[in-house]
């Protein structure tokens, strides 16, 4: 019992290699221990639970926050938060304990270059099978503990974080094997430097990346007003307060410039967070007319991208959407949710068992449209709503279809002060250095940012603070050619 609390704690403290802590060596020390103890481990069951209690550690300390949701006031599933803050840390563990399982089956030896690289390789496969299998939830990947060295979190633009999560477990796991390694010398030799090699090679490689982007910046003619209302959850959805809470946006979003000035074509967007109106707003005209009003103080062309809960009479269901207003109060663009998350806006085998009587939620439509919104003036942009940000692919688009600007609308307000929306804003840099083009991020408490193509977030507005971002000069460019 002894030896087993020792991996949970060295689970949890690998934990603190990701956000808000950041303490790249955490996860150093956590997966070189993991390798000694599944090496010396005398069983395949045994490799299977030291695995397990491993993982349970690190979920279960990184994803702690996971249960805030269900605390919100007036939540009537409070009932349910143990389930959900040992439930996921227990099922994403599984995937760990597969790893080391079929591991150790095929490796039997102590500890070679062959059992290492075992070891890595069946580490890495249980990584990507999580963020794929069963929807997916690729949440706190190792390669996300680079996100302070911005130069090695680069290598994330060669494909996309699994590379550097697995270039990450190399890493990580080679002390403990070139410690313990009683092969012959002249190789162990060669095989420090080939490491030190590709770390100081993978370093020069992001300076490089990030050196180009700084020369290519310019001046653009989109200008961003990027709002955080900061509205409580528990006060979000009340109906006394749902045209407060509108009027709470319009007002952080008017123009703060000269009115008399008339600015060089530039195209202004206002962003809202996700949900930020519901489907009552989207059709008075009151509101439209307030909407019409706001576009139009501003001296150019002027469009509100918004997230909105939509509810559509004909097919009788709702939507998680991100609509495009223009100056007239049209909705000209819309994206709905395709990507949603089980048990928060779907119930899973609900076509099988109708659990709507016992949890009173049928959930939302997933969409079917490309997460791509064309405006206007030949201005495209990446949509993506919320728990969309935290899956690469969503971040990948085709060369023809190339965003100027990717937007994030979220509403982390479920879980408060908390490491997730850290978490949250961690991964939505990454989609940013993947696709090599800016990520704006609109949260209803925080934290909102515009995240250059390198990672680097140049604005933002702290967790639990209202205002707005506005960014009046440098480009968010689009860097996928100049990577190189």
């Known amino acids: 019992m002894k030896k087993y609390l020792i ?15 950041n303490f790249w060596p955490a996860i150093f020390v956590g997966l070189s221990s993991l390798y000694l103890y599944v ?33 919100v006031e007036d939540n009537p599933y409070w009932w349910a938060w143990p389930i959900a803050v040992s439930g996921l840390p227990i099922i994403l563990s599984l995937f760990t304990v597969f790893s080391c399982a079929v591991h150790k089956y095929i490796c039997k030896s102590h500890n ?25 939830f690729p949440w706190n990947l190792y390669g996300y503990s680079w996100v302070d060295i911005l130069p090695i979190a680069q290598l994330a633009s060669l494909w996309n974080i699994y590379i550097l999560s697995f270039v ?18 002249k190789l162990k030799v060669l095989l420090n430097i080939l490491t030190i090699f590709s770390v100081l090679s993978s370093y020069l490689y992001g300076q490089n990346r990030i050196s180009n982007y700084n020369k290519a910046q310019n001046t653009s003619n989109i200008y961003l007003v990027v709002v955080q209302p900061n509205i409580k959850q528990s006060e979000k959805w009340k109906t006394e307060n749902i045209s407060k809470n509108f009027m709470k946006l319009i007002e952080l979003s008017k123009y703060k410039g000269d009115e008399n000035k008339r600015d060089n074509g530039q195209t202004y967007l206002i962003i809202w967070p996700e949900t930020a109106i519901p489907q009552g707003i989207i059709n008075a005209q009151w509101a439209r007319g307030q909407i019409q009003k706001l576009l139009n103080s501003y001296p150019n062309t002027a469009y509100l991208v918004t997230g909105a809960l939509r509810y559509e009479k004909d097919s009788e269901t709702y939507h998680n959407s991100i609509i495009v207003f223009d100056s007239d ?16 806006e779907y119930m899973p085998l609900s076509n099988i068992i109708d659990i709507a009587p016992i949890v009173g939620f049928t959930g939302f439509e997933a969409g079917t449209k490309p997460n791509l919104l064309r405006l206007p003036n030949g201005i495209n942009i990446g949509a993506m709503i919320c728990y969309e940000i935290i899956f690469p692919k969503y971040a990948k688009f085709k060369d023809i279809n190339r965003p100027q600007i990717i937007i994030n609308a979220t509403n982390d307000a479920w879980y408060g002060i908390s490491s997730g929306p850290y978490q949250h804003l961690v991964q939505t840099q990454f ?18 940012a515009l995240i250059a193509p390198t990672g680097e977030i ?17 480009s968010p460019i689009d860097i996928s050619n100049q990577s190189n």
């Not at 689970?11 to 808000?20: D, H, K, R």
């Not at 062959?114 to 990507?128: A, D, I, N, P």
């Not at 990450?168 to 010398?185: C, E, M, R, S």
């Not at 140049?458 to 009046?472: H, N, P, R, V, Y």
Request: aromatic share 14%; net charge positive; charged share 10%.
């Open 329 to 344: 109060s049209q909705i000209i663009q819309t994206y709905n949710k395709s990507h949603l998350v089980p048990f928060g």
């Open 39 to 71: 090496t010396n481990s005398k069983s395949t069951a045994k490799t299977a639970l030291v695995g397990f209690i491993f993982s349970l550690g690190y979920f279960g300390f990184g994803l702690s926050w996971v249960g805030n949701a269900l605390l």
């Open 168 to 185: 990450t477990i190399l890493w990580a796991v080679f002390p403990a094997f070139t410690i313990t390694f009683n092969g012959d010398k």
């Open 7 to 21: 991996i949970f704690l060295i689970g949890a403290f690998s934990s603190l290699s990701m956000a808000p802590v």
């Open 431 to 448: 989609r940013a250095i993947e696709s090599g083009v800016s990520v704006v991020r609109s949260a209803n408490t925080g934290v909102s």
């Open 112 to 136: 070679n270059i062959g059992t290492y690289l075992s070891f890595c390789f069946f580490l890495m496969l249980s990584e990507y099978a999580r963020g794929h299998l069963f929807t997916g």
């Open 458 to 474: 140049s604005d933002f507005l702290s967790l639990e603070k209202s205002g707005a971002i506005i960014i009046k000069s440098k």
